[in-house]
């Protein structure tokens, strides 16, 4: 059974930093896609950022310039280095993973980690 596993989430001031860790932990199989969603208390889960296949990369408009994500494919690994948070930022941050060669295509969420960016 798939379980995605996070980790390295935090209380933080606003200007600093976190970095956050995902591992699909169970799985035979290379997931396709990777990434991160956010959920703000009253607000609808978001797309942050996402990595595919290990390489490309989409990011939200809103961290653009503020956060990177990485991973090992190989792995199934991903990482959201986060820069420069604001209040904003605020959020239950989810791992989600994709496997699209098969059908139908089966996705993974993990339980999430808070984050809280304090002004």
């Known amino acids: 059974q798939v379980q995605l596993v996070e980790s390295g989430g935090g209380l933080v001031q606003a200007g600093g930093s976190l970095r956050l860790s995902c591992a699909a932990s169970g799985s035979t199989y290379v997931m396709d896609v990777m990434g991160w969603y956010r959920q703000a208390p009253g607000k609808q889960r978001e797309l942050v950022a996402v990595?595919?296949?290990?390489?490309?990369?989409n990011y939200a408009d809103s961290v653009k310039g503020r956060f990177t994500i990485s991973g090992d494919n190989a792995k199934n690994t991903v990482y959201l280095q986060m820069n420069s948070l604001k209040p904003e930022d605020t959020a239950v941050y989810f791992c989600?993973?994709?496997?699209?060669?098969?059908?139908?295509?089966?996705?993974?969420w993990g339980q999430g980690t808070q984050v809280t960016v304090s002004s």
């Open positions: 989600h993973a994709l496997r699209i060669g098969v059908r139908p295509p089966i996705e993974y």
């Open positions: 990595i595919i296949r290990g390489a490309s990369t």
